[in-house]
């Protein structure tokens, strides 16, 4: 069965490459078309539906039945790279707090522990179904999902199971912070061994990723050699490798990422010339996070800074329980505009094939003949709309 999507006011391919694209300054880089369609084939249980043809409206093929979208704009679904979507309990008076000045040190995560690890298996994964839910209804087709609220070899398990039922893109993250009870000198030890053996074992097999929170500057996360030790232990276990780094000052957290071939760096915060230097002569994306910056009232990250030297970026929502619940990458699109000095050309492309390169994936975030039919309408007849309107809930993943 194909289907034919006509009518589209500006599809958004992502791809510099189409004929036809719009050559226009504000559509830099995005393969524009406009009064277009599309023609996806295939799909069922055991694969996606896939694109197999673009064009021109006027000369769009037959197809066994067809929808038109009367003008709307169309682009390819959100890439979320960076999510923490598998926990329980509430830290809204956390974020209350923190507007009231208490600065943040990454030490509520123990809260969220304790939740998650007292919910049964059917309520997390009710919860976990309601946000990536609440996440296509803003037109993310792609999530990564963490663990990282479970911090004992049970509960990390568990939670990298639950996100593999909802998506493939799955990080074990047993190394987020050392848990409160392992925080003297031979707990902490003792609970790096832990992550580096059982721990990791018992979760590669549902995770395709390892990550870390390398902050030496905090007492709760790792250090450099610490965070070394986790991202070498997962490649041994076939993982392969992300780093939170750089969120709360200058630290080990990018080089090591790029040292170690690491998809991703994720936060950059805080970044010395030399990292810069470092990522833009590497094959590691940069993934900013303004979510945080807004939720923690911390500096956001310079993407202008990285952007014109050349390193590849990408935005995601970072979407957890203490510094950012929020599932809304058109939020994170317009937070990148206003606060990190991207275009919006540059931050929609950040938001869906930068996020695909982020998680190595070369069939999703753009939209091109032979790709998967990952798309989000918009109720608008221009993507501008996105940044523009802010927090008006024009996106949608389509469904094909």
């Not at 990148?336 to 070369?362: D, H, I, K, Y």
């Not at 032979?370 to 024009?394: C, K, M």
Request: glycine letters at 10%; proline letters at 5%.
């Amino acid at each position: 069965m194909s289907m034919l999507i006509t009518d589209i006011g500006e599809l958004v391919t992502c791809d510099e490459t189409i004929d036809g694209a719009v050559e226009e300054p504000l559509h830099a880089g995005l393969g524009m078309l406009r009064d277009a369609a599309i023609v996806i084939a295939g799909g069922g249980e055991d694969a996606a539906p896939v694109i197999e043809w673009i064009g021109p409206a006027a000369q769009a093929p037959a197809a066994d039945w067809a929808i038109s979208l009367e003008g709307r704009a169309v682009v390819p679904g959100f890439v979320d790279s960076h999510s923490h979507l598998v926990f329980a309990g509430d830290r809204s008076s956390e974020f209350a707090a923190r507007m009231s000045g208490t600065p943040y040190d990454g030490g509520g995560i123990a809260f969220s522990v304790e939740a998650t690890r007292a919910a049964t298996d059917d309520e997390l994964r009710t919860l976990i179904a309601h946000r990536v839910a609440e996440m296509r209804a803003q037109g993310t087709t792609t999530v990564e999902i963490k663990s990282g609220y479970g911090l004992n070899v049970q509960d990390e398990a568990r939670s990298v199971r639950l996100a593999r039922e909802v998506t493939s893109e799955v990080t074990f993250l047993g190394a987020h912070v050392v848990p409160p009870d392992r925080r003297d000198e031979g707990g902490r030890a003792a609970y790096l061994d832990l992550v580096c053996g059982e721990m990791i074992q018992a979760c590669a097999p549902y995770a395709r990723w390892v990550d870390v929170f390398c902050e030496p500057s905090s007492p709760f996360a790792f250090d450099g050699e610490e965070s070394r030790r986790v991202l070498e232990a997962g490649r041994a276990a076939g993982l392969e490798l992300r780093v939170h780094g750089n969120q709360l000052s200058e630290g080990p957290g990018v080089q090591l990422a790029v040292e170690l071939g690491a998809a991703s760096v994720d936060h950059c915060t805080f970044l010395t010339d030399a990292d810069v230097e470092a990522l833009a002569g590497s094959k590691t994306v940069a993934t900013l996070l303004p979510g945080v910056e807004f939720s923690t009232r911390q500096p956001y990250p310079d993407a202008r800074r990285l952007l014109d030297a050349g390193v590849a970026v990408a935005i995601a929502s970072d979407c957890n329980p203490g510094t950012c619940y929020s599932s809304s990458m058109p939020l994170m699109i317009a937070l990148a505009v206003r606060e990190m000095g991207m275009t919006p050309a540059e931050a929609l492309r950040a938001a869906t094939s930068g996020g695909a390169q982020a998680l190595r994936r070369t069939d999703i975030g753009t939209v091109r003949v032979g790709q998967r039919a990952d798309l989000a309408a918009i109720e608008a007849a221009s993507w501008l709309h996105i940044p523009y309107r802010v927090g008006v809930p024009l996106v949608r993943a389509m469904e094909v």
